[in-house]
């Protein structure tokens, strides 16, 4: 099976709130959007790498990895934050 035939399951997105858990921190917030932005960023990169003939080839998987290492940290960072801060689990009765 081809990589270009396989395609990713459908994004489940989690139902609104119950009423008894709290909305997260405004710095979880901030490192949401850090990691959406990441992602977004690796995503136009990697798009790109088909369209780069030649020696642009280098500089354009230069950018991908790059990239791919800022997503990792943006993950890493949020990640992190869920595991000291909890304010992602956390319900009105914590």
């Known amino acids: ?3 270009s035939t396989m395609a990713a ?3 489940r997105f989690p139902a609104r709130r119950s009423q008894s858990q709290k909305t997260p ?3 979880w917030c901030g ?3 850090l990691y959406r932005l990441a992602a977004k960023s ?3 990169a990697v ?8 020696s642009e080839f280098d500089q354009a998987w230069q950018r991908a990895e790059r990239a791919r290492k800022n997503l990792d940290e943006a993950r890493s960072a949020l ?4 595991y000291t801060h909890d304010c992602s689990t956390r ?3 914590s």
């Open 9 to 11: 399951p459908p994004i």
């Open 79 to 82: 990640m992190r934050h869920e």
């Open 42 to 44: 690796f995503s136009d």
């Open 31 to 33: 490192f949401v959007e």
């Open 47 to 54: 798009e790109a790498l088909p369209y780069s003939p030649g």
């Open 91 to 93: 319900t009105e009765a």
């Open 1 to 3: 099976m081809s990589l």
């Open 25 to 27: 921190c405004a710095e």
